[in-house]
């Protein structure tokens, strides 16, 4: 936490508890930088400020802010008008509440912040919030002014520290009125069972191993520009299994995740389970659920062949009549 750069300084009031704090980044980009270059000789764009009455580029130094009204007209607003702001927050990060933290819409939630004790004597303090916090098992709602406005926060426990995230006004969060479908649907429970089974199984996926896929592709290409070496190949589209309704979809997902044999399977053992039945042969369909369907033919043709060659004469005189017998006791 030391080596982060705080990026404002203030106190949280706990009452008449003054606690002096920094606040710093609690999160990072790891996005590739790009930057924008003319396409036709790559040459860099630049981004340059201009003074519209002077018609000359200007420094940072020399740029302040002003608010616009109605006609056009311009007001400078300065940091020293800013400083007399007529509230208690300007510096001050106010508690004004404790709710439970599930209360808190994650709608709302916005950026992320952690506060470091400011000088060696706000440790005990800061202790003595962290630890009320975490008895209470709630969060901290405070009121705090950051980049020019007031903004509304959430002070909860992390690990051993306390973490800040802005949150929206309540009138800044848009209702879901007009989302959700307008047609009445109706679930099976079979379905419903199904999503079950298809939550349970992705559940075992932690966010740990999670990662940015897509990053490390768009690095994997800037390396190989770098090198010289050809782009690397685009993997083939995974092809789409026409999935015919719902239930289906989710058995299919559920044993995907579960790393189990295809479905397309189960029709077919069904389909060779169907047909012995309409033959009626027993022993003979128990076998050839064994065997695939080629090579019960291959030997079959073969000993129709050596049957015409060598016995052609015994088998019509002595298997024909045993074969025709059971078929006319099935008919009769």
């Known amino acids: 936490m030391l080596h982060m750069r705080s990026i404002w300084n203030g106190v949280i009031s706990f009452g008449l508890v003054r ?14 930088p790009f930057r ?31 608010y616009e009204e109605a006609d056009g007209t311009i007001i400078p607003i300065t940091d020293e008008d800013l400083a007399h702001l007529p509230i208690p927050t300007a510096r001050t990060i106010e508690i004004v509440t404790f709710v439970p933290e599930d209360s808190i819409d994650p709608l709302q939630m916005s950026a992320a912040y952690y506060l470091a004790a400011g000088r060696a004597p706000a440790a005990r303090p800061y202790t003595l ?47 879901p009125e007009g989302i959700a479908p307008d047609a009445d649907v109706t679930l099976h429970d079979k379905e419903l069972n199904l999503a079950d089974d298809l939550v349970d199984a992705l559940s075992e996926v932690g ?18 520009k770098i090198s010289g070496e050809a782009l690397p190949e685009v993997p083939e589209p995974e092809r789409v299994v026409e999935v015919l309704d719902l239930t289906t979809a989710l058995e299919r997902s559920v044993r995907a995740v579960r790393g189990e044999p295809e479905v397309k399977r189960s029709p077919q053992r ?12 027993r022993k003979s369909t128990s076998k050839a659920e ?35 017998t059971p078929s006319r006791k099935r008919s009769a």
């Open 207 to 224: 966010l740990e191993d999670l990662r940015d896929e897509y990053r490390e592709a768009v690095e994997e290409v800037v390396a190989a």
């Open 290 to 324: 064994k065997k695939t369907a080629s090579p019960v033919r291959k030997p079959t043709s073969k000993t129709s062949r050596t049957g015409k060659k060598k016995t052609t004469a015994k088998s019509t005189a002595g298997k024909t009549p045993s074969k025709k």
């Open 19 to 32: 606690i002096p704090i920094k606040l710093v980044n609690a999160t990072e980009s790891h996005a590739v």
């Open 129 to 175: 919030l962290r630890e009320a916090l975490k008895r209470g098992n709630r969060v901290a709602i405070a009121k705090f002014a950051l980049r020019g406005r007031e903004r509304l926060g959430m002070l909860r426990v992390v690990g051993e520290a306390i973490a800040l995230h802005g949150l929206l006004w309540p009138d800044e969060v848009r209702g």
């Open 270 to 281: 069904g389909t060779t389970r169907s047909s012995p039945k309409e033959t009626g042969g």
């Open 36 to 66: 924008e270059i003319h396409a036709e000789d790559g040459g860099r764009i630049r981004h340059r400020k201009f003074c519209e009455l002077e018609d000359r580029e200007v420094t940072a130094q020399e740029i302040s802010r002003g």
